[in-house]
């Protein structure tokens, strides 16, 4: 499931903080009544869609001591089923990895795609220039047409795209937070200058899972083979095991798995893997 209000509309929090300070103490701050709420730059999230980031609506300073929240709204107390939260027996979902692009083109005028060489599941980590006001689009793939575009029509009805407004004209570095996706190509309008091969990074999200063993034979399909495994797990492997993480099908299954799809033949790249799910 994706979309707006699938887990309801009323945003909640429930949290507790540990403050360690300098002479050894500790303190926890429970989330209560005496919390102040404000709305931020994450205008929409899904973790499909995409993230939209308006920086217009940043508080600078929020997370520093001594800042003054008079014109943030008390929060709204909500009934809780704090008895039912467990500890998360899974490993966290850390950056394994990160993959720089082996090649930058401009398959239409003003539109920039990004090789990363390897289909991943994760985000981008760019750097953007643009004018305050202007919004950049950020939008992913697994393989290219033909003609050297994006090719989206396996994504179905996910939109899979990230936004971002300046807030001010300048240069930034922005990675997306509050999304994921399954991709190998990254497309990139808007921005006023269009980001060099450098300036774009593959940060590949997994769940920490330790490698329990390795192999490699002397033949070079059989390692690629073993390697689409290896990348496909890891790619359904984001705290919640998932079917197909770039589209919009895909169900929770088992926190372990002996087999993967075969590879896609009309994306390899030798070393490389191909998309799964």
């Given at each position: 499931m994706w979309g707006p209000g699938v887990y309801g509309n009323q945003l909640s929090l429930l949290a507790r903080l540990r403050v360690d300070y300098t002479d050894g103490t500790s303190q926890w701050v429970d989330t209560g009544d005496d919390w102040t709420t404000h709305s931020g730059p994450y205008a929409a999230a899904d973790n499909i869609d995409g993230e939209t980031f308006d920086a217009r609506q940043a508080q600078p300073g929020w997370d520093q001591p001594g800042y003054d929240d008079s014109g943030w709204a008390a929060a709204v107390v909500r009934p809780s089923a704090t008895d039912l939260v467990v500890p998360q027996p899974d490993e966290p979902v850390r950056t394994t990895e990160e993959l720089d692009v082996v090649e930058r083109t401009e398959p239409t005028p003003g539109t920039f795609v990004y090789d990363l060489g390897q289909n991943m599941v994760g985000v981008a980590r760019m750097v953007l220039t643009g004018q305050a006001g202007t919004t950049v689009n950020v939008r992913y793939g697994e393989v290219l047409n033909p003609d050297g575009t994006l090719y989206t029509a396996?994504?179905?009805a996910a939109k899979v795209t990230d936004y971002y407004t300046f807030g001010a004209a300048g240069t930034i570095t922005y990675e997306p937070a509050l999304t994921q996706h399954g991709f190998r190509y990254v497309e990139i309008t808007g921005a006023s200058t269009?980001?060099?091969?450098?300036?774009?990074?593959?940060?590949?999200?997994?769940?920490?899972?330790p490698a329990t063993g390795h192999l490699e034979t002397s033949s070079s399909m059989l390692n690629q083979l073993l390697s689409n495994i290896s990348w496909g797990q890891r790619g359904n492997f984001?705290?919640?095991?998932t079917d197909t993480p770039p589209a919009t099908s895909g169900s929770a299954g088992p926190?372990?798995?002996?087999?993967?799809?075969?590879?896609?033949?009309?994306?390899?790249t030798p070393g490389r893997s191909c998309p799964s799910g």
């Open positions: 396996n994504l179905r269009p980001p060099m091969a450098g300036d774009v990074t593959g940060v590949v999200w997994g769940s920490d899972l984001v705290s919640i095991p926190a372990t798995s002996t087999s993967s799809p075969p590879p896609r033949a009309t994306c390899a």
